[in-house]
């Protein structure tokens, strides 16, 4: 029986990222189904979960993406909502990359560093992969910062990951030199979430950075996050400090990515979020 995953993107166009890696996972056939949401998505769950025998269930799984993070988490709650008894497939939340990325940024970081206790801020981090990141790094026991340009977007992303995973973040304005400064004193654990193009850090404000240990960046295209890093970066040594860059994060990520969807696959009752995928990461590294 054929493996069929079925993409739930909440975008208008789905995203062929997504789909090349579903089917290196081991996705027989991959169906892209563009805007769905929490609205609409109720026959097309009933679609997967009632076509086949109980157990051939396993061979039919949900994978949510898009490049909205709030979006994401509404569908995949109400696609989980509309499972009862052995009524369910299952169903994996990855939006824009949001949890196999922090999840292989993360694993990384800890499998050579201890995180608890340490000081770590997230720049850039109101996106769906800083949103994870810091529940990640929070979940690890690191005291963890989140940066916004705005303390408004800081304030509520803080919020939103409080109330799905219980971690306590602290939002903090990065508008200017002097705010970015604040934000990374004292700090050990720099994480880096920007979007393409867009330079965080300079070479100056880390390289004598007196407290700064490891730095993590998951931008993949110049400019980099931190100025005078290497995107293939992966526990190198600069300026004594340990660097893992958008590359060098990418290839466990795509690893991990791959490894997920072949779970789905395993039985009709994985759901596959930030945890979950932070597990199968650990065991990678």
Not at 153 to 172: I, Q, W, Y
Not at 198 to 226: C, Y
Not at 244 to 266: D, N, Q, T, V, W
Request: charged content about 25%.
């Amino acid at each position: 029986m054929k493996k069929l995953l079925f993409i739930f993107d909440t975008d208008l166009t789905p995203s062929v990222f997504d789909t090349v890696v579903a089917y290196d996972g081991g996705a027989d056939h991959v169906t892209q189904l563009c805007s769905v949401n929490s609205d609409n998505c109720r026959p097309m769950v009933e679609g997967a979960m009632y076509t086949r025998a109980p157990k051939d269930k396993k061979n039919t799984a949900l994978f949510i993406g898009g490049s909205d993070l709030a979006a994401g988490q509404r569908l995949f709650s109400t696609v989980q909502d509309q499972f009862f008894g052995k009524f369910r497939v299952s169903v994996m939340l990855d939006s824009n990359g949001c949890n196999t990325t922090a999840a292989a940024g993360v694993a990384l970081l800890s499998n050579r560093y201890d995180l608890a206790g340490k000081n770590a801020v997230v720049l850039a981090g109101t996106g769906p992969v800083g949103q994870r990141a810091a529940v990640l790094l929070a979940k690890k026991g690191a005291n963890v910062r989140l940066t916004s340009r705005r303390l408004d977007r800081a304030s509520e992303a803080c919020k939103h990951m409080k109330d799905r995973f219980g971690v306590n973040l602290t939002p903090m304005a990065v508008a200017d030199d002097a705010s970015k400064q604040a934000a990374i004193k004292d700090v050990q654990v720099v994480f880096g979430a920007g979007k393409t193009g867009v330079k965080l850090l300079s070479l100056a404000d880390w390289r004598d950075h007196s407290s700064i240990e490891v730095m993590a960046d998951v931008n993949t295209q110049p400019p980099l996050g931190f100025e005078g890093i290497d995107m293939m970066d992966k526990g190198d040594q600069r300026h004594g400090k340990t660097i893992y860059g958008g590359i060098g994060i990418g290839a466990l990520k795509l690893k991990l990515h791959r490894a997920c969807i072949s779970r789905l696959f395993e039985s009709n009752e994985e759901i596959l979020d930030a945890e979950e995928v932070y597990s199968i990461a650990e065991t990678m590294v």
